[in-house]
């Protein structure tokens, strides 16, 4: 019974000792806390688009057959009219020599009709025919009359068709794309399944980015919008870009048709430079994101580097490289696509962790150091980049702030000898 005791006894001294090195090292741990100061808020949504040229003209066939011969490679540049490629003509061409052989015997049709005609009247005029004799002829000779416009109408299409066994190019560009080499059939645009694209002409001077959108950030969108534009394998270089088209309806993903998105069309600004993310960090607005889901939208600083709102002389983030070459874009590319929803200067701003909001969203406070502890302070805010949010009134530049859950600390240290 003794030595049960003694183990009990030695249990319990353990579990204090264990409990006073617990509230040691609690009321050693750093309070979060910052100071009311200038800041500067950007608020950017990084998405990612497709490169895709502005003008676009799709190749496609007047007519079903087989590619002959091809006069051009894909990427290369021509010019409105040039000959791009030739569909086998042979069938055509008996056709067309059928349709002229059809035309030449409406015609000797006609002829016999109209002799015919003739001799009706004529017999009318002595007597030995009647009207109806007349009326009768005067009706096939108007049939022959339209089959001989048929015919030709059937000659005039054949003749359309072997002209357009020629592809010529609709616009100045460059062939981008090109589906089909010799040998293969191209089926006609007026059939039912609408033909095939042979190949595709752009202008690749002119290109946009075509960025799906969600409806979270949807309702934040406007024309004319700054958006910045990079690629993975340069992505410390930037391009500017603005918002140029904003659809008025949802339709489903490329990627996923159950899913909704809007897609938006970014106008490139290839005339000016682009920028290094040491450039856009020296900036007065400087560059980044949230880094977390804030109540408008997703919102990644990974790839960027942001400010610390804790400490506004500091900058995180990868550093930037000072390489000026260009970004090179090609249509079908896939890029980041950073829209820049707020970028100014605040006077005065906290971190935004630090702002308390009361259940019913009318209110919001911080807290601060008065002479009993931590006290909540009511504030009036304005913007936010959801790391730092911007102070129009209750406090002042210089001010500390501390988060709500160290008021707790706050009065266990009064208790064991008045706030620190």
């Not at 009321?27 to 990612?48: I, K, M, Q, Y």
Request: charged fraction near 25%.
């Amino acid at each position: 019974m003794r030595h049960l005791k003694r183990h009990i006894a030695l249990l319990g001294l353990g579990s204090l000792i264990l409990l006073g090195c617990s509230g040691k090292k609690d009321g050693n741990a750093p309070a979060r806390s910052g100071v009311a100061g200038p800041a500067a808020l950007r608020d950017v949504a990084r998405l990612t688009g497709t490169i895709q040229p502005m003008d676009s003209v799709q190749l496609k066939s007047e007519v079903s057959g087989q590619i002959k011969r091809m006069l051009v490679k894909e990427g290369a540049f021509v010019k409105k009219g040039d000959l791009l490629l030739e569909i086998d003509r042979e069938q055509l061409e008996l056709r067309h020599s059928q349709l002229g052989i059809a035309l030449e015997k409406a015609r000797l049709d006609l002829r016999s009709a109209e002799r015919d005609l003739a001799r009706a009247q004529s017999q009318l005029a002595s007597g030995t025919a009647s009207h109806d004799r007349v009326q009768d002829t005067e009706i096939l000779r108007d049939k022959a009359r339209l089959s001989v416009k048929n015919a030709e109408l059937d000659l005039r299409s054949n003749a359309k068709d072997l002209a357009n066994t020629r592809i010529l190019a609709p616009q100045d560009g460059q062939l981008i794309r090109l589906n089909v080499t010799t040998g293969e059939v191209a089926i006609s645009a007026a059939s039912a399944s609408g033909g095939n694209v042979l190949g595709v002409i752009a202008d690749p001077s002119r290109l946009k980015v075509v960025v799906e959108v969600s409806e979270l950030d949807y309702p934040r969108l406007k024309l004319g919008q700054s958006v910045e534009i990079s690629t993975e394998s340069q992505s410390d270089r930037l391009i500017e870009g603005t918002v140029s088209y904003i659809p008025p309806s949802a339709r489903a993903s490329s990627s996923n048709s159950q899913v909704m998105i809007f897609p938006v069309q970014v106008a490139l600004n290839l005339a000016a430079p682009t920028r290094s993310l040491l450039e856009v960090a020296s900036s007065p607005a400087g560059r980044g994101g949230s880094g977390k889901r804030g109540p408008k939208g997703n919102r990644d600083s990974s790839k960027v580097a942001s400010k610390d709102s804790s400490n506004p002389g500091k900058r995180t983030g990868r550093k930037a490289s000072v390489d000026t070459s260009k970004i090179q874009l090609v249509s079908g590319m896939t890029v980041n696509v950073d829209f820049v929803f707020l970028e100014r200067k605040a006077a005065l701003a906290v971190p935004y962790d630090l702002v308390q909001t009361s259940t019913d969203g009318a209110r919001k406070t911080v807290r601060v150091r008065g002479e009993k502890g931590l006290r909540p302070q009511p504030v009036k805010v304005g913007a936010t980049d959801y790391r730092s949010i911007e102070i129009l009134e209750g406090l002042k530049a210089g001010d500390s702030v501390f988060a709500a859950s160290d008021s707790a600390k706050s009065g266990a240290k009064k208790g064991a000898g008045g706030p620190p």
